[in-house]
């Protein structure tokens, strides 16, 4: 029997509905369960009002068995919104859809679908279900782990035992134990803190001209589409820019570079305005004693304890040369100095969040986590080597020499898959 049925981008009840009639229509004996996935910020929003007018059609929650399932989406909503303003979004969003379900007396089960990134749900497996709006895990949770997580987790017998552990356990503790109710003031802030971060994401990446031209010099985005690193192909459609491309290299694009720009662009800025603002107390409060921004807060921590803003500039040093006389794809005609007063300015937006964050907390990145420190320091000697060797293939493709590109692209996947493994938390 086959599992269920998942509407990536659902949006109306007809998502929904137009499934369950060519199930009927083909005739299925047993019709598979139907989830929908809400993925963007708008969608997100719109979510519960969508599940609301679905479960009032009598002919669908009749055929449902008192039970639905609905899938959060991680990823396309941090892509759209970035990190805080998605992740406030996702909570509102299982609020307001569990209320729903409330109402109509259906049992709901939320589907998360998890990466290994920060920006794509990824985090400790207990800490992230305890972090979940109270009485969203009411004995129930569907979870996937993706991406290297699932070797990281899963690949040997004593581990996977120990992780389905904290799954079990999580679960079981956020339903029997769930946390408080967050205060209204939090609340406020965590929507004030969502508001800024939002704007100031989306005013660069889907604003500002110069974006799309040097994330594809920058990064190696245009590489990724060559080689044969996923399920998926990279882009949803061929051309345009951002909002075309899929989440995982998206995300794994930026992290090649140690730049890890998806999880804490618009963050810094948010957090620095409200501790200007005299709100550094609530905001500390907010960190020990609500479970949900303890865990952003946390994430935020580790993602930038692992940005290295000397090899991103490496990067930028060494692949923004090559932009105007090797014609790499952009949508606008930037010259060279103007894609690296871009990245002098997300540099500075990096610098602001690594402040905010040192700030709030009181002690240096990763102080409280020195196990996770040590492996960090451990790990990043081995690392170096492979970006500079990863610049320089991207340098020789991007140069076009047709004699030499498939051993570049074998080197390539190499520098690619080590610099992953080194870094974790990429996919």
């Known amino acids: 029997m086959l599992g269920a049925y998942i509407i990536s981008m659902a949006t109306h009840p007809s998502d929904v509905l137009a499934v369950r009639l060519l199930q009927q229509k083909s005739g299925c004996q047993h019709p598979q369960r139907i989830v929908p996935l809400f993925e963007t910020l708008a969608d997100l929003e719109g979510a519960a009002e969508a599940i609301n007018r679905l479960l009032s059609i009598d002919d669908y929650k009749n055929t449902i068995n008192g039970h639905q399932e609905v899938m959060i989406g991680y990823s396309d909503s941090a892509k759209d919104a970035g990190f805080f303003a998605a992740s406030w979004g996702q909570y509102r969003a299982q609020e307001s859809i569990n209320a729903v379900c409330e109402n109509h007396g259906i049992h709901l089960t939320f589907f998360h679908g998890r990466g290994g990134s920060a920006s794509r749900g990824g985090g400790p497996a207990h800490d992230a279900l305890l972090s979940q709006p109270p009485g969203t895990i009411n004995g129930s949770v569907r979870v996937t782990e993706q991406g290297e997580m699932i070797q990281f987790k899963f690949g040997l017998h004593e581990l ?24 209204q003031s939090w609340r406020d802030m965590m929507q004030q803190l969502s508001d800024v971060s939002v704007l100031e994401y989306r005013r660069i990446v889907h604003h500002d001209s110069r974006f799309v031209p040097y994330f594809r010099a920058v990064t190696p985005e245009m590489e990724l589409r060559r080689l044969a690193l996923g399920s998926r192909p990279a882009k949803r459609h061929a051309s345009g820019g951002v909002e075309t491309l899929r989440a995982i290299p998206w995300v794994f694009a930026w992290t090649q570079m140690r730049f890890m720009l998806p999880a804490w662009l618009g963050t810094g800025k948010a957090l620095m305005d409200a501790t200007e603002q005299g709100q550094q107390a609530l905001l500390q409060e907010m960190q020990q ?69 040192k700030k709030i907390s009181g002690h240096e990145l990763l102080h409280n986590n020195p196990v996770l420190q040590h492996s960090i320091m451990r790990r990043n000697p081995y690392i170096d080597p492979l970006h500079i060797t990863q610049v320089e293939l991207m340098r020789r493709l991007r140069a076009h020499d047709s004699d030499e590109e498939p051993l570049l692209e074998q080197g390539l996947m190499v520098s690619i898959a080590g610099i992953a493994a080194g870094l974790r938390n990429t996919g």
């Open 160 to 183: 996977a035992i120990r992780n389905l552990e904290l799954y079990t356990t999580g679960t079981l503790e956020a339903s029997l134990a769930p946390p408080s109710e967050p205060k």
């Open 289 to 357: 004693n609500w479970t949900f921004f303890g865990m952003l807060m946390d994430m935020q921590e580790m993602v930038i304890a692992k940005v290295d803003s000397r090899v991103a500039a490496y990067y930028e040093h060494r692949l923004l040369s090559v932009v105007q006389e090797k014609g790499v794809d952009t949508d606008t005609e930037t010259n060279q100095d103007a894609l690296i007063a871009l990245g002098e300015e997300l540099q500075a937006g990096l610098a602001q969040a690594t402040a905010a964050i």
